[in-house]
């Protein structure tokens, strides 16, 4: 777990160890009263979950969820035709498990007193805010994770020898879904497929990709399609999915803030944590198509 600690640190400025520029303490200076934030990513995977469960959900530390085996010759519930007096054969269906077990995931920020007094930003307040998206983020990465890991399990995966995506690739992708029922529903692509995607005229027609707003992160659809730009997928991949089955997020504990002090340390910190866990629940509803 990391741990930062920031002071305003106490070098005599007029010493001999200041810069030799010394007449640069002399000329006023003007900070802001707030900080210019780096750019951060669009996150937006979360919101495709087929289910979350929430603490109340998860009376124990794991939570083990019941399927149905995927309907094939060997799993499906035999029906047969039956002579008059003939007994019935009996039959049934075959049934799975994913197990779910939240994690725990933190971080700490030190500040000193002294930080707090001579500053003019609340960095408590402001690290506080930071660790909703960082911790946003990890959530995002981990739900890429599992849909790769989707991919493999079920070996749905296109790859092409192209430099740019064809259309071929995205509708093989979809077709290894629809052989196995699923109703691919999202296209979550990396930014250089995204650029593919935007040279591709079938897309770009308005009449037929039916962009609404260009600033969000849903820039289109695609044979019914939403499709979804995401950084932190790899910028050569792409991943279809029917939500409604690809993954499943678990959260015991939603990301909690606390405060405390050290005062030995003069120091006030700030524990961000949070109990996630997210895994795959049908690998059949989910494909990735790779370029080069």
Known sequence: MVTQIMNTGSADFAS?????????????????????????????????????????????????????????????????????????????????????????????????????????????????????????DNEESLIVSQLDAAATASSNTVANSNATLPISDITASMQQLEEKNYTPTHMIIGAEVANDLRNIDTFVEADKSRVMDPTKRLIGTIFGMSVIVSNNISAKLAYIIDANHAFIIG??????????????RDTSYVVITQRFATIYLRAEAVSEITTT
């Open 16 to 136: 001999s160890t200041a810069n030799s520029g010394t007449t640069n303490y002399l000329i006023p200076r003007t900070l802001l009263p707030n900080v210019m934030n780096a750019i951060r990513k669009k996150l937006v995977l979360r919101g495709l979950a087929a289910k979350v469960f929430g603490p109340s959900s998860i009376p124990g530390r794991t939570l083990v969820i019941p399927l149905q085996e995927e309907i094939s010759t060997n799993t499906a519930m035999a029906v047969d035709m039956i002579g008059e007096g003939a007994e019935i054969e009996i039959t049934n269906t075959e049934f799975t498990t994913r197990t779910l077990t939240p994690v725990k995931y933190g971080a700490r920020v030190g500040v000193t007193k002294e930080m707090m007094e001579d500053g003019i930003v609340d960095l408590i307040s402001y690290h506080a805010e930071l660790a909703g998206y960082e911790f946003a």
């Open 251 to 264: 959260e015991k504990r939603a990301l909690t803030v606390e405060r405390y002090a050290d005062y030995s």
